[in-house]
C-alpha cells in the first residue's frame, strides 16, 4: 500500500492548487496493474525529495470529477502542479530513473 496521501474532489483545490512547493497528483484506479507498479517507486521518489516536491493520489474512480476537469483519460497519468496550474504531464508506468529524469526540474 502506498504511502502518499489521497486526495479527493472535495479537498483536491485546498490540497494540490493551493501547495506551496510542486505537488505530483498520481491520478490511478484499484483495478490498474500499472498503477499499482509504479505506486512504491513514487513512494521511493516521495521519500527521497520530501524536501522539494509532494506526491499525492486521486482514486479515479471514486472522484471522477476532477479526473474529468484534467482529462485523465488514461492512467496511470501523473500530473506536477506548481502555483495552482498543471506544469508537467506523464503518463504511462515508467521505471524510476526515467520518472526521476521527467521529474528532473522538480527534485534537481
Known amino acids: 500500500m502506498s504511502t502518499a496521501r489521497a ?3 472535495a479537498d483536491f483545490e485546498a ?6 512547493k510542486p505537488i505530483l497528483v498520481d ?5 490498474c496493474g500499472p498503477c499499482r507498479a509504479v505506486s512504491p517507486i513514487l513512494d521511493a521518489i516521495a521519500a ?8 499525492v493520489k486521486l482514486n479515479v474512480d471514486e472522484n471522477p470529477a ?5 482529462m485523465i483519460t488514461s492512467i ?4 506536477v502542479y506548481s502555483g495552482g496550474e ?3 504531464t506523464i503518463i504511462g ?5 526515467v520518472l526521476e529524469k521527467d521529474l528532473e526540474d522538480f527534485i534537481a
Open 7 to 9: 486526495v479527493t474532489d
Open 76 to 79: 496511470p497519468a501523473m500530473k
Open 66 to 70: 476532477t479526473a474529468a476537469k484534467y
Open 27 to 31: 491520478f490511478w484506479a484499484e483495478w
Open 15 to 20: 490540497i494540490v492548487l493551493n501547495s506551496t
Open 93 to 97: 508506468a515508467k521505471p524510476k530513473s
Open 48 to 55: 527521497e525529495h520530501a524536501d522539494k516536491i509532494d506526491i
Open 86 to 88: 498543471v506544469v508537467k
